[in-house]
């Protein structure tokens, strides 16, 4: 079973940043994409950004979130500036790996709370 375990929420003011993290381990696993979702209180998950030969991100977020991934790691960051009341959410990691047979499977950390104050 791949672990994914994510840390750096946190509550700010609108206009601050903060920088989520994500560490995966399973060393049994090839990892292909990292990235990250977000659910809002009452809304459905949405995905914010993904790395995995291309980077993707939700349109809200653009040019204010980056996300990037040490490999040697298996770490996955989200740094995210400019922050405004909207981005507050649960902000969850995953992992689109390989297990040791070639099977494809999506894996999910534990969530971390982000809050913006306005």
């Known amino acids: 079973q791949l672990q994914l375990v994510g840390s750096g929420g946190g509550l700010v003011q609108a206009g601050g940043s903060l920088r989520l993290s994500c560490a995966a381990s399973g060393t049994t696993f090839s990892i292909n994409v990292m990235g990250w979702y977000r659910q809002a209180p009452g809304k459905a998950r949405e995905l914010v950004a993904r790395s995995g030969g291309f980077i993707n991100y939700l349109s809200s977020v653009k040019g204010r979130f980056t996300i990037s991934r040490d490999n040697a790691k298996n770490t996955v960051y989200l740094q995210m500036n400019s922050l405004k009341p909207e981005d507050t959410g649960v902000y969850y990691c995953?992992?689109?790996?390989?297990?040791?047979?070639?099977?494809?499977?999506?894996?999910w950390g534990q969530g971390t709370q982000v809050t913006v104050s306005s």
């Open positions: 995953y992992s689109v790996a390989y297990d040791s047979g070639g099977t494809s499977n999506t894996y």
